[in-house]
């Protein structure tokens, strides 16, 4: 590399100090921090391969948002507030302008979420970013899949199945153009204050990463419930509407993956609690089926119910 690791790091990943619980930051063997006391630590890791999880030439600043994103989004869906994270690159090269706008898409969402980054590591070979994010929940308050009861209402914040669209799009697969399909894949927008606000009130909650059947699907399993979702109430934009049309298909926006929406189950009884609440969410908020004591993932559309197969969501080791 042209530039030096250690003057890279310097650059592109040494942002200035700000959170009073960071010690020490990047430049050290380790970091030190302050976990928040009385409260539980979550953390969470995730990885994008080039190719895999995003395509070859995808804007940088875009990458550097949506890898640090993704991150966020697993705290969200656990109620966590996020403080710290740290960055293990995998670069081709140094190349400078790329690691400019990479860092730079990066920080400025950590920055809107007073989020640190306080670490990481930097190593050559094929483009690969790892996050490590982490963030504090207190004890009873963190959502996890196993709480959905039979009754609760099954909700979902933002739209579903434009990201989806998105890829369809970037693979060339429909004529479609859609500018909010595209950023909604390349820039998603992590529901962290709806996770806060949903911490201590929902009684599960998912982000929606492989596909909003998969991603239930893993509540309903982990809860041993099943559920019913009304297809007419899904928050489904209007071209992707018009994409099911032209693939015939009304399941694509249940399969498709990347919304990093929040879904989560609420009890009857709290449901006017979350309506005071809705305001604070950034974002909507529909209601879109139930939770049922009859295992399994069903939708109602025109007065029928068909099965939906909860594991057709992506999977990387599945052929
Ligand atoms: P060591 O060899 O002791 O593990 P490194 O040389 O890997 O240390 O890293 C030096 C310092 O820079 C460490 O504080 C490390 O956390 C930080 N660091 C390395 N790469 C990154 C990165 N991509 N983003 C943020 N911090 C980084
Ligand atoms: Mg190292």
Redesign the pocket.
């Known amino acids: 590399m042209a530039l030096g ?2 003057e890279l ?1 310097r650059s592109f ?2 942002p200035p100090s700000r959170r009073p619980d960071v010690v020490l930051t ?6 030190l921090l302050t976990p928040a006391s009385g409260q539980l630590l979550a953390t969470t890791v995730d990885t994008l391969v080039e190719g895999v999880h995003f395509l070859s030439g995808t804007d940088p600043r875009r990458l550097g948002h949506k890898a640090l994103a993704v991150n966020l989004s697993d705290l969200a869906a656990m109620g966590a507030r996020p403080a710290w994270v ?4 995998t670069l081709p090269g140094a190349d400078e302008a790329w690691l400019t706008a990479f860092s730079k898409g990066f920080l400025e969402l950590a920055d809107r979420h007073g989020v640190e ?1 306080v ?4 190593t050559r070979g094929p483009l690969s970013i790892t996050v490590q994010a982490m963030g504090f929940v207190g004890r009873d308050k963190a959502m996890r899949r196993s709480g959905a009861g039979i009754g609760d209402g099954i909700y979902l914040t933002g739209e579903l199945g434009l990201a989806g669209l998105g890829l369809d799009i970037a693979l060339g697969r429909t004529p479609l153009r859609s500018d909010a399909a595209t950023d909604k894949l390349e820039r998603p927008e992590p529901r962290i204050r709806a996770g806060l606000v949903l911490a201590g009130l929902a009684s599960a909650c998912i982000d929606v990463s492989d596909g909003l059947a998969a991603d239930l699907g893993h509540i309903l399993k982990a809860s041993g419930v099943g559920a019913t979702l009304d297809w007419q109430a899904l928050p489904l934009p209007h071209e992707v509407k018009r994409h099911c049309e032209d693939l015939g298909d009304v399941t694509f926006p249940l399969r498709a993956g990347d919304d990093y929406e929040l879904c989560f189950t609420l009890p009857e009884a709290r449901e006017s609690d979350l309506a005071a609440l809705l305001p604070e969410f950034g974002c909507a908020c529909t209601r879109i089926g139930r939770i049922e004591r009859e295992s399994g993932l069903r939708m109602a559309l025109n007065g029928e119910i068909r099965a939906l197969n909860a594991a057709a969501g992506y999977q990387h080791f599945s052929s």
């Not at 990047?26 to 970091?31: E, L, N």
């Not at 740290?86 to 690159?89: D, G, I, N, S, Y």
């Not at 670490?119 to 930097?122: A, E, F, L, V």
């Open positions: 690791e250690f790091i990943f040494s990047v430049g050290d063997d380790c970091a740290t960055l293990a690159l980054l670490g990481g590591d930097t």
